[in-house]
């Protein structure tokens, strides 16, 4: 479908049967005029029909309108408030309450529609009706097709308290007054020309062309336009497209007139809640799916991890075992057309909880010895500690020196790089070397015989607490 558009927002039309009265009857299509009281001779004939038609308005019974009963503030801000609601939203969520009219009051009020209070119960005079009618809809829904300046209503000066929403309906086309165009502002509202007005605002096609002028009130109506029609592609998803020839309409008036009722689940894929629709257009109408979904998972155990210097860099000393653990997780998911669209996690039911381990982990580290130089180790281990002067050559043929240890070679392999001290030595940096058995974590220093040492660890003998740093 190529150059296509999309309007952003459509007033849908509204197809909700509000009732004027509390015993109204339940709209019906009719296929003849069903009210013994509305003469198809009535100026209000086809308003009424198109209304009633529409589901705009009902009759009082099956077979009555009664068009010259006056209508009360309290179903007038009724049907201002629906009609609001299914602009913004496509449908209408109000209810009665106590009294029954007051959570349409309530939503007048917080949506603006409303700047005064009434007395409900009583009968609402014109110009207060198309007071509240003028502000049930945005402006932009009753954009100005007439020409009517100030002073021209013959009984609206412009300092009339509510002349500028009455001017605002005469320029938009959804009233024009009686024959000189005077509206009558004082006079009790009558249920034919409320279906009228209500056809008018929900049908652009119906308003009321003309022009008056300031100086006599009247001037002759011009020349009615040629109507623009345009094509109109409807797209659903999983069922055959919908294409019109139409006039600027709204969605909601193509599908009503072509027996289409959206399905649940059945969206506009764009916000059209707004303008009408215009030429060459596409409204594509997705197909939302919703259901739930379970998933059983396996949640592994994590690992604590310590770090210290006791153990030689990246070994891994396990103190304490982990357990997967096991869950089942509740989706709510979104179908869009046939595609998952969308899946949000509602809740997560634990079977078994999941048990973490512990773990130490060599990391070793650095250090400055007593030379000033900084070494950086693998490990660190307490060992014990002895000394010895003999010189010469060692098993592995090299000869003694003030950097050679003597160790167990089982457990510190030879050329093992060493610094080793404690609180009260430091013998500095160390290179194993094969001289001789010893036992198992044990080091033998050499040392000459005048280092200032030997006379301590002569007599101190083995000494337990000496640190000894493996270094990289």
Not at 293 to 306: D, F
Not at 365 to 382: A, C, L, M, R
């Amino acid at each position: 479908m190529k150059n296509r558009n999309i309007l952003k927002k459509l007033l849908l039309p509204a197809l909700f049967a509000v009732l004027l009265f509390a015993q109204a009857v339940p709209a019906t299509a009719y296929g003849q005029n069903p009210f013994t009281d509305v003469s198809p001779s009535a100026w209000y004939y086809s308003d009424v029909m198109t209304a009633v038609e529409s589901g705009l308005i009902n009759g009082k019974t099956k077979t009555t309108f009664c068009p010259d009963d006056y209508l009360t503030y309290a179903e007038a801000v009724k049907l201002a408030a629906c009609m609001n609601q299914v602009w913004w939203t496509g449908s209408v969520a109000l209810s009665n309450g106590i009294p029954w009219y007051q959570p349409y009051v309530d939503y007048a009020w917080t949506t603006g529609i409303l700047s005064e209070n009434y007395d409900w119960n009583g009968y609402a005079t014109r110009g207060k009706f198309l007071a509240i009618f003028a502000n049930a809809l945005p402006g932009d829904a009753l954009d100005a097709i007439n020409s009517v300046p100030d002073d021209s209503i013959p009984d609206v000066p412009s300092w009339y308290p509510d002349a500028w929403t009455i001017y605002s309906l005469y320029q938009a086309g959804i009233v024009q007054g009686d024959d000189t165009h005077a509206c009558r502002p004082e006079q009790y509202i009558r249920r034919s020309e409320v279906a009228a007005i209500l056809n008018r605002m929900m049908n652009p096609s119906a308003r009321l062309r003309f022009s008056m002028s300031a100086d006599t009130g009247i001037t002759a109506a011009p020349a009615e336009p040629e109507t623009r029609k345009y094509w109109i592609v409807v797209d659903f998803y999983d069922r055959d497209d919908l294409t019109v020839y139409t006039e600027a309409t709204t969605l909601g008036m193509i599908l009503y007139h072509n027996g289409i009722t959206l399905a649940e689940g059945e969206v506009p894929s764009v916000d059209l809640w707004n303008d009408w629709l215009a030429a060459d257009m596409t409204v594509t109408v997705d197909t939302y799916f919703y259901t739930t979904e379970s998933v059983r998972q396996i949640v592994p155990h994590t690992t604590e991890e310590i770090g210290i210097d006791t153990i030689p860099r990246g070994d891994v000393n396990i103190l304490e075992e982990g357990a997967d653990g096991e869950s089942i997780l509740h989706y709510t998911v979104t179908y869009k057309n046939g595609m998952e669209y969308d899946r949000r996690l509602d809740w997560e039911e634990v079977l078994t909880a999941m048990v973490p381990a512990r773990a130490e982990v060599g990391v070793g580290g650095t250090f400055v010895g007593g030379d000033g130089v900084t070494y950086s180790y693998s490990w660190k281990k307490i060992c014990k500690a002895t000394y010895y002067n003999l010189v010469g050559p060692t098993y592995s043929g090299n000869y003694t020196s003030t950097r050679t240890v003597a160790t167990n070679l089982d457990y510190i392999p030879i050329g093992t790089r060493m610094y080793i001290k404690n609180d009260r030595y430091d013998f500095g940096y160390r290179v194993s070397e094969d001289t001789g058995h010893l036992d198992p974590w044990q080091v033998d220093i050499w040392m000459m015989d005048d280092d200032p040492n030997a006379p301590l660890m002569s007599i101190e003998g083995v000494v337990r607490d000496m640190e000894v740093y493996f270094l990289d």
